[in-house]
């Protein structure tokens, strides 16, 4: 890679998250840190207002702006199909709203780049959520997101139900299977939920069903106490 591309990529990588590492870019440009760290020191005193430090991390201060990217033809392509592939695991609103931004970035491209994109021979038949667990899906993510807590009815794999009040903190996807991350109030803990074992679930309206992250019971937390493999073996949230 020439120099020169290589100092793009650093800008965009930088750009593209709230803190990076130059062990991450390092890892993503196949060099050394020490590379890293030169670059980075020369993009500063080039006037690239980069803030942060070697063994913290940069991220790109205020008021610096590139001009848009335009994708090549493979990385359109990626996009189709990727679209394509999530909708029919998402919510109904996210894979509307995925197909609008798909639109917006295809009308972008020049003609024969987007009829390359359009035709990838990459399909995802619509055979993918229920209705239903489309429907409590989006009302998980759209609680995380606003930080509003849940009541919910979960019926486990012995068929027992209970009732949980749960602040969700987020949904992860494992293949046909979405799973809900949620500090349990009722057990005063971590806990795993099946959202196509959710019966019911109701936002707790009002200025009670906010809630603010904590130490200790925000997703960061959860992340940090549970393995994939432990999270796998304790979807049914019961315990």
Request: aromatic residues 8%; hydrophobic residues 45%.
């Amino acid at each position: 890679m020439r120099r020169a591309d290589r100092l793009f990529q650093i800008v965009q990588l930088i750009r593209g998250r709230r803190l990076t590492t130059a062990a991450f870019l390092a890892k993503r440009l196949e060099v050394s840190q020490r590379t890293i760290y030169r670059a980075v020191s020369d993009l500063q005193h080039q006037g690239v207002p980069i803030e942060g430090e070697a063994g913290v991390g940069y991220r790109l201060g205020p008021g610096f702006d590139m001009p848009p990217l335009m994708f090549t033809a493979d990385e359109a392509r990626a996009l189709v199909a990727s679209v394509r592939m999530a909708q029919v695991w998402q919510d109904p609103v996210l894979a509307q709203l995925s197909q609008v931004a798909l639109g917006k970035i295809l009308s972008a491209l020049p003609v024969a780049s987007r009829i390359a994109a359009q035709s990838m021979a990459v399909y995802a038949p619509p055979i993918g959520l229920d209705p239903a667990v489309q429907s409590v899906l989006q009302t998980l993510r759209e609680s995380a997101q606003s930080h509003r807590k849940v009541n919910v009815q979960y019926r486990d794999a012995s068929d027992r139900l209970t009732l949980r009040i749960l602040r969700p903190l987020g949904c992860f996807y494992w293949g046909k299977v979405w799973t809900l991350a949620a500090w349990c109030e009722v057990r005063d803990g971590f806990r795993s939920f099946r959202v196509d074992r959710i019966m019911s679930v109701l936002p707790v309206e009002g200025k009670d069903g906010l809630f603010q992250d904590e130490a200790g019971k925000r997703l960061t937390d959860y992340l940090r106490s549970a393995a994939p493999t432990d999270i796998l073996e304790k979807l049914d949230g019961t315990s």
